[in-house]
């Protein structure tokens, strides 16, 4: 069955420290890998995707992505946290033809001043 | 321009009792798709439409359960005799018609948070 797993259901950064939030995919969902970003009591918002051709992706916000196939992953990295992103953090994949999303479970990221 | 919009945003129900959720997409977008979101995990696939038709319901977790786009536009999920297992937040996104291995972007809308007591 596709998949996408996120490691870390809870992240806490000081403010200007690194950002990494994990998510490995099987290797049966296609190629085509997102992230979101959900604040409280708002919708999914798109931070970046990974489709075809480079395999670091930028995404707004100053967050990065690179895609491993290698390792079936597509971390998601900020070099320096801001207050701003404590947020609710989705990794998911493109399930097939019907365009539908495969979620992982979220990592809910705190940021410390 | 308008985004996806979902009404309404809360709504609190009885074990037993029968809801509608609507969702309004972007306007010409024909793809709209439901996701359920419980507590704690990530969104979960339920029904896809390609304008009116529903494409793909393999996500629908029981008979319960049901959705309809009828001019291609809005889509109203419906839920019978709803139980506590129901509470969630039913998310709906729309985009562009997907055209064979490529991908369109999903807009989302804030969501209905459901409760069943």
């Known amino acids: 069955a596709q998949s996408v797993t996120q490691l870390g259901s809870h992240v806490s950064v000081s403010e200007g420290a690194l950002v990494l939030l994990r998510c490995n995919y099987s290797?049966?969902?296609?190629?085509?890998l997102f992230w979101y970003v959900q604040y409280p009591n708002q919708g999914l918002q798109l931070l970046l995707k990974?489709?075809?051709?480079?395999?670091l992706v930028k995404g707004i916000n100053g967050f990065e992505a690179e895609f491993k196939k290698s390792e079936t992953s597509f971390h998601l990295t900020k070099p320096s946290a801001h207050m701003s992103d404590a947020a609710e953090y989705f990794c998911?994949?493109?399930?097939?033809?019907?365009?539908?999303?495969?979620f992982g479970t979220g990592t809910l990221l705190a940021v410390q001043p | 321009g308008a985004g996806v919009s979902q009404t309404p945003s809360n709504k609190v129900t009885e074990k037993g009792k029968y809801v509608e959720l609507r969702c309004d997409p972007i306007s010409g977008h024909t793809a709209l798709y439901w996701y359920r979101q419980s507590l704690g995990q990530g969104p979960e696939f339920l029904i896809y439409f390609q304008g009116t038709g529903a494409a793909d319901d393999s996500g629908l977790p029981n008979d319960r359960f049901f959705a309809v786009r009828p001019e291609g536009s809005v889509s109203t999920l419906k839920i019978q005799r709803t139980e506590r297992g129901d509470s969630a937040v039913y998310l709906c996104a729309s985009s562009l018609a997907p055209q064979g291995a490529s991908y369109n972007e999903q807009f989302f809308g804030p969501g209905t948070r459901l409760t069943v007591l």
């Open positions: 290797s049966s969902v296609p190629p085509y």
């Open positions: 990974y489709t075809t051709g480079a395999t």
């Open positions: 998911a994949g493109y399930g097939g033809a019907t365009n539908k999303l495969i």
